[in-house]
């Protein structure tokens, strides 16, 4: 399973235990889902910015490199 798929488990046992007169069990379930939830959705965003981090930083390493090797080249 993956998260989305347990968010919706735990979601749905949430609403089982609801009707089961469970309302207590079924809170701290419906919490726990909106926590795992929202982390992961987090968990997304922080691999993107890691992305576009990785590649500012290997565009920047190929200029200055670029940069280095012209300057050896010419003279400084």
């Known amino acids: 399973m993956n998260i989305p798929d347990n968010v919706a488990w735990l ?3 949430a609403v ?6 469970n309302a207590n069990q079924a809170s701290r379930l419906w919490a726990i889902s909106k926590w795992i939830g929202e982390a992961n959705e987090l968990m997304g965003q922080q691999s993107e910015l890691l992305d ?3 590649d500012r930083v290997e565009a920047l390493y190929k200029e200055n490199e670029y940069l280095q090797n012209r300057l050896m080249r010419f003279g400084a």
Request: glycine fraction near 16%; avoid cysteine; hydrophobic fraction near 35%.
């Open 16 to 21: 089982h235990g609801l009707e089961l007169g």
């Open 11 to 13: 979601e749905d046992f």
């Open 52 to 54: 576009s981090l990785r």
